[in-house]
């Protein structure tokens, strides 16, 4: 079995953000994500190749880092 990573969802990684296209589960109560020690994903930004544990928002202004929280229910009424 692989080793893996419990992550708070606001932590700005790769594996964090609504962007990454890789393998995870997400915990939305408790808003936590787990993903494998080496997982690899793509980022559908930059369209390359990633680490989920990748920090590229802090160092680069290319990433859109997004929250990976749900969005809010459209009130059809407003």
């Known amino acids: 079995m692989k080793p893996k990573l419990i992550l708070p969802a606001e932590v700005?990684?790769?594996a964090t953000c609504?962007?990454?296209d890789g393998e995870r589960k997400v915990d939305t109560e408790l808003r936590l994500v787990v993903v494998d020690e080496n997982c690899e994903g793509e980022c559908?930004?930059?369209e390359k190749s990633c680490s989920g544990l990748n920090e590229e928002g802090e160092?680069?202004?290319?990433?859109?880092?997004e929250h990976?929280?749900?969005d809010e229910p459209v009130d059809p009424a407003a």
């Open 68 to 70: 990976l929280a749900p």
């Open 44 to 46: 559908l930004v930059q």
């Open 18 to 20: 609504s962007y990454w």
């Open 59 to 65: 160092k680069t202004r290319d990433c859109l880092w």
């Open 12 to 14: 700005k990684v790769c």
